[in-house]
């Protein structure tokens, strides 16, 4: 094993080697890769190989060749391919993100300890889907030593799939304050994006499929411009629906004050998000708090989020925003006309935000409580 201490400054600083089995174009990923190694750990990530650049300084990354054109990944060879790695890494750990393919990849390795983080879908909606899908998440479950999640219900729903209790720790996987904050505010960012500079404008940021149905948000529109007509809305993020809202937004006559703007590069978020007014999430179901909402409430803006999950336990009704059932867009425009008529309770609603996200989801503060399960396993498994 590779860990060691050292001295450092008069303190004793425990150092480890760290292997992650994750998506390495996943954002969230690369943060969770990025503070370990900005710590000073030794870090690898493994993980299928990627279309586009990955940059991780300061990690070493090792990726799964899957050959173009097969329909059905071989697992055993990919599995054998990871052991191969970690016989050559000599890891003090071995952290699997996602249940279904890594989680159960991981647990296939017969490494320990490993560590599995679920993210929401692959404990909510992948056991479903088939009994194969079951019995290999139920599996990774099964062989973790300790098991990470971000939500007390995926606490229940893991229960319910044998996962013991004892190795469930509930992690938020956390937004960083320092780099989403108001002071990123730019007085000529609406206007660079070629939206007026004196006008309101709400923004979503959830993908463009179904299960976030953003449609509630463009058929409430109508009635919001009814209200607040100088009212302008950024759409970001893409997917299967993105054709067919732009089409709905044209049929009902919004699409003026309606900006669909794709993906935004995550350096460019903190920018979007402190020269709004409004952020919307209409999603159908989540895991934890949606990490874009986190990012908004850091930013300093009142949330308005639909009742799914564990929004509640976040977002406090009429304190930091408002709760509204899904699919409901009536509602919804009547919360979003109140606080673009209400500039005190916008300001209000923010402050109470950013503080709820300092206190307890600071992104730091929650990788700290992973160092720590670490440093714990390494010692005794």
């Not at 060691?4 to 008069?10: A, D, E, F, Y």
């Not at 990919?78 to 052991?83: C, E, G, K, W, Y």
């Not at 479903?128 to 606490?155: N, P, Q, Y």
């Not at 699919?327 to 606080?339: F, G, K, M, S």
Request: contains cysteine.
């Amino acid at each position: 094993m590779g860990s060691c201490c050292s001295q450092i400054l008069g303190k004793v600083r425990y150092i480890m080697r760290i292997c992650y089995l994750a998506d390495a174009e996943s954002v969230h990923t690369q943060r969770w890769v990025r503070y370990f190694a900005d710590k000073g750990h030794e870090v690898h990530l493994i993980s299928l190989a990627v279309s586009g650049k990955c940059h991780l300084p300061n990690v070493g990354l090792h990726f799964l060749e899957v050959k173009r054109g097969l329909r059905v990944i071989p697992v055993m060879a990919l599995v054998t391919r990871a052991r191969r790695l970690l016989n050559r890494i000599e890891p003090d750990i071995l952290h699997a993100h996602y249940a279904i393919p890594y989680g159960f990849w991981g647990a296939l390795t017969m490494f320990h300890p490993f560590i599995l983080t679920a993210w929401g879908s692959d404990i909510l909606i992948m056991p479903r889907r088939s009994r194969m899908s079951k019995w290999k998440v139920k599996f990774a479950l099964a062989r973790a030593d300790a098991i990470t999640c971000d939500a007390e219900h995926l606490i229940e729903r893991m229960g319910e799939l044998c996962a013991e209790r004892r190795k469930v720790k509930l992690v938020y996987f956390g937004v960083d304050t320092q780099q989403f904050n108001p002071g990123m505010r730019d007085e000529r960012f609406k206007q660079s994006i070629g939206l007026r500079s004196d006008s309101p404008v709400v923004i979503s940021l959830r993908s463009l499929n179904q299960l976030y149905d953003v449609e509630s948000l463009i058929r409430a529109a109508p009635l919001i411009l009814n209200q607040v007509p100088e009212t302008e809305f950024i759409v970001a993020g893409d997917g299967k629906q993105r054709n067919y809202l732009e089409d709905l937004a044209r049929s009902l006559g919004v699409a003026d004050s309606m900006k669909f703007v794709g993906f935004i590069a995550n350096d460019e978020l903190p920018r979007y998000l402190a020269s709004v007014e409004i952020y919307v999430s209409t999603s159908l179901s989540d895991a934890g708090l949606a990490a874009s909402t986190a990012e908004a409430m850091a930013s300093q803006l009142p949330v308005i989020v639909t009742d799914v999950a564990d929004n509640r336990n976040w977002v406090k009704d009429g304190e930091g925003g408002f709760v509204v059932p899904p699919r409901n867009p009536t509602l919804l425009a009547e919360r979003i006309v109140y606080l673009l008529k209400n500039k005190s309770a916008r300001d209000n609603f923010g402050i109470f935000n950013r503080m709820v996200m300092q206190e307890r989801n600071e992104y730091r503060k929650q990788m700290e409580k992973v160092e720590h399960i670490y440093k714990e396993l390494a010692e005794t498994c």
